[in-house]
């Protein structure tokens, strides 16, 4: 008899391995994993990263034509270790560059280099592999696109397939996700969530050149030893049974100051619940 073996994520994101991992091509629709990365060969996931990546990116690419989704690193093939990271450890991770336009608003793709983008979304400087040097041309005048940032978060805690523990932003260009969501009429429930997934981290750096996004272990992973570190919230499940702000808000927070109101529930940094160790990027 034949047996299928699927990826394993076993153990936690900073001390995990990676089993029968499933590859990500360097390019695909919508996305491409820039020159500098590719020589890395962190390309390696869970099937349900991998997955959850390429239909994000095929949903920008649908609703905003014309971005492409620069990925970064996920684990390297067995997992474990790496000079980069201290997590990326068990194939729950990804690096996703920031979306950017140019000063006429028409999306850019950034090949060699991430940028870092200042709280008002402008493009401060260069972020480039760890142990090359910077780009030589100047710094374009480029800019955080929140609209595609957006689509791309909203794509992935839409999906059916995923759960997403962490997004590690900064927090200025996180209030951009949120006030791009609000004006696009998206489900106040969908952004106060949002709100609380997204986290700029007090223990690395605030994440302005790239999004890292985490994903909870698979079901069938836990049976083989993947452990989550924080707050256990079971969002697709639990969501309209919890209280706010973790559930879906109260009716009379989703008038004119629904913008402002989700604003102090990001910023405020409101107290985790379970948690079971501190969150590493």
Known sequence: ???????????TSGEGTLRHPALLPFEGDGYAVPAPWRTRHANYGTEELVGAVVRASRVVAAEAPGGVAAVGDLSHR??????QHRSHQSGRDVDVFYYAVDGGGRPVRLADAMLHFAPDGRALRWSPPQGTRPPTRPVPGYR???????????ALLNDPDVEVQWIFMQRNLAAALLREATIAGDDPALLARAAFVIHEP??????DDHMHVRLYCDSGDRRLG???????RWWKK????????YGRPPADALGADGVAALGRLFREEL???????????
């Open 271 to 281: 107290p985790l619940v379970l948690t079971a160790g501190r969150q590493t990027s």
């Open 202 to 207: 007090s223990d690395s750096e605030p994440h």
């Open 238 to 245: 639990l969501w309209k049974y919890m209280d706010a702000p």
């Open 226 to 232: 993947c452990a989550d570190r924080g707050p256990v």
């Open 144 to 154: 955080f696109d929140a609209r595609r940032n957006w689509a791309f978060v909203r």
């Open 78 to 83: 067995s997992g474990g270790e790496s000079v």
């Open 1 to 11: 008899m034949a047996v299928e073996f699927g990826s394993a994520s076993v153990g």
